[in-house]
C-alpha cells in the first residue's frame, strides 16, 4: 500500500489504530487537551458562525493550542449528515480560504464539487479524503466498489465509507470490502454496527472516531471507551 500522510502523521494498518476526534468550534475552544487522540476533525457545518473569518480563527487556534496534532477540514452537506444546510459554492470558499491551515479535506465523493475540492488539496500538498454516508442501510458490493472507484479516480488519498447495517450479513460485507480494499476507512454506524469502530481498524481500516465532546454519528464511541480497547497495540 502507498505510503498516506495526515499531516506529519503516517497511517499503516500495520501500526496501532489511530484514534480521530470531531470538534466543533465550542469545542476548539473551550477542551484542554485531545485526551490521546492522534487526529482531529474540525466540523465546520457545526461551527456558530461559518463567515471566513471566524472559520480561520477556529482552525488557527487549533493550531496554536494542539500544535502537532493533523486537522481534517470537513464541512459536511445536510445530504450526508451536516448540521447546517450550506451551499456547495460557499462550502468551496471555506475550504479554499482554510486550505493553508489544514492537513487534510474530506469531502462527498458524490458531491458537485468534489472534483474542485480534490484539485484545490492537489494544488496545496493537503490530503484528499473522499467520503460516502448512508444513513439507512449496508450497500450492496457493486455500489461499494463504484464509491472507492470514483474517489480513487478524482485523486483520493483515503476513501472513507460509513454505512449503516440493518444485519449481520451487512456487517460481513464491509467487513470484506475492508479487508480487500487499501487505503480506506470504513465505519458501521449506529448500535449494530458499534463494535465495528474497534475492529475494522484492526483488519485495514486506517483510522477509527471517536467522541471527545460532540458525537457527530450514530454508535460512535468516546475516546476513553476506544483507548482502552487499544491498550496494549
Same mark, same amino acid.
Given at each position: 500500500?502507498?505510503?498516506?500522510?495526515?499531516?506529519?502523521?503516517?497511517?499503516?494498518?500495520?501500526?496501532?489504530?489511530?484514534?480521530?476526534?470531531?470538534?466543533?468550534?465550542?469545542?476548539?475552544?473551550?477542551?484542554?487537551?485531545?485526551?490521546?487522540?492522534?487526529?482531529?476533525?474540525?466540523?465546520?457545518?457545526?461551527?456558530?458562525?461559518?463567515?471566513?473569518?471566524?472559520?480561520?480563527?477556529?482552525?488557527?487556534?487549533?493550531?496554536?493550542?494542539?500544535?502537532?496534532?493533523?486537522?481534517?477540514?470537513?464541512?459536511?452537506?445536510?445530504?450526508?449528515?451536516?448540521?447546517?444546510?450550506?451551499?456547495?459554492?460557499?462550502?468551496?470558499?471555506?475550504?479554499?480560504?482554510?486550505?493553508?491551515?489544514?492537513?487534510?479535506?474530506?469531502?462527498?465523493?458524490?458531491?458537485? /464539487? $468534489?472534483?474542485?475540492?480534490?484539485?484545490?488539496?492537489?494544488?496545496?500538498?493537503?490530503? @484528499? *479524503?473522499? &467520503?460516502?454516508?448512508? %444513513? +439507512?442501510?449496508?450497500?450492496?458490493?457493486?455500489?461499494?466498489?463504484?464509491?472507492?472507484?470514483?474517489?480513487?479516480?478524482?485523486?483520493?488519498?483515503?476513501?472513507?465509507?460509513?454505512?449503516?447495517?440493518?444485519?449481520?450479513?451487512?456487517?460481513?460485507?464491509?467487513?470484506?470490502?475492508?479487508?480487500?480494499?487499501?487505503?480506506?476507512?470504513? /465505519? $458501521?454506524?449506529?448500535?449494530?454496527?458499534?463494535?465495528?469502530?474497534?475492529?475494522?481498524? @484492526? *483488519?485495514? &481500516?486506517?483510522?477509527? %472516531? +471517536?467522541?471527545?465532546?460532540?458525537?457527530?454519528?450514530?454508535?460512535?464511541?468516546?475516546?476513553?471507551?476506544?483507548?482502552?480497547?487499544?491498550?496494549?497495540?
Amino acid at each position: 500500500m502507498q505510503h498516506i500522510k495526515i499531516g506529519g502523521l503516517s497511517l499503516s494498518p500495520q501500526k496501532r489504530p489511530q484514534i480521530a476526534v470531531p470538534l466543533n468550534d465550542t469545542d476548539v475552544l473551550s477542551i484542554k487537551t485531545l485526551r490521546g487522540a492522534d487526529i482531529a476533525e474540525l466540523r465546520i457545518d457545526m461551527f456558530s458562525d461559518l463567515s471566513v473569518s471566524y472559520v480561520q480563527d477556529i482552525f488557527k487556534t487549533f493550531k496554536d493550542k494542539f500544535r502537532g496534532i493533523p486537522v481534517i477540514a470537513t464541512c459536511r452537506s445536510k445530504e450526508e449528515g451536516g448540521a447546517a444546510a450550506i451551499a456547495d459554492e460557499d462550502r468551496t470558499g471555506i475550504f479554499s480560504h482554510i486550505i493553508d491551515l489544514t492537513d487534510a479535506v474530506d469531502i462527498e465523493v458524490e458531491s458537485d /464539487i $468534489a472534483p474542485d475540492i480534490a484539485a484545490l488539496t492537489n494544488k496545496h500538498g493537503k490530503t @484528499l *479524503i473522499t &467520503s460516502y454516508h448512508n %444513513f +439507512a442501510q449496508t450497500p450492496d458490493e457493486r455500489k461499494l466498489e463504484e464509491v472507492y472507484e470514483q474517489g480513487r479516480h478524482i485523486g483520493a488519498r483515503i476513501v472513507k465509507i460509513a454505512v449503516t447495517p440493518n444485519g449481520m450479513d451487512d456487517i460481513k460485507r464491509l467487513t470484506a470490502f475492508t479487508l480487500d480494499h487499501k487505503p480506506v476507512v470504513t /465505519i $458501521a454506524m449506529g448500535d449494530k454496527g458499534m463494535a465495528s469502530r474497534i475492529f475494522l481498524p @484492526l *483488519i485495514g &481500516s486506517l483510522f477509527t %472516531f +471517536a467522541s471527545l465532546e460532540t458525537v457527530t454519528a450514530p454508535g460512535q464511541l468516546s475516546i476513553d471507551e476506544v483507548r482502552k480497547f487499544y491498550q496494549g497495540f
